[in-house]
């Protein structure tokens, strides 16, 4: 009984080979995102992204990302890439709410 219990158990399959290399997920993690504090030509935030793997690039979607990194890993699975561009868009809008988030700063003016 105890066998037909643990039948199936361990890691589940990951269809189309989407596992993300550990040190592709590290870089993602490490990225630096900085956000401009003033608005392109079309009043769009202006967000630069620095990652040891990646390279510097601004950030212009999710599609340019899921580019990059498969030029940068060209053996990779697009499942793989389009999860890997996915994690860097999460960082990327974490990095974008703090940004919003962030009281302007107060003016000297009122500062007594």
Known sequence: MLERLGRGRGAPDRPGGAIVPAELVAAITRSRIRVSPRPDGEGNLIVSVSSPILGAFRWR???????????TYPDLG?????RAARLLEAEVGDRLIIAILREPP???VWDF
Request: no cysteine; glycine share 6%.
């Open 78 to 82: 697009r499942a793989a890439t389009d």
């Open 61 to 71: 979607g999710i599609e340019d990302a899921a580019e990059r990194i498969a030029a």
């Open 106 to 108: 107060r003016s000297w």
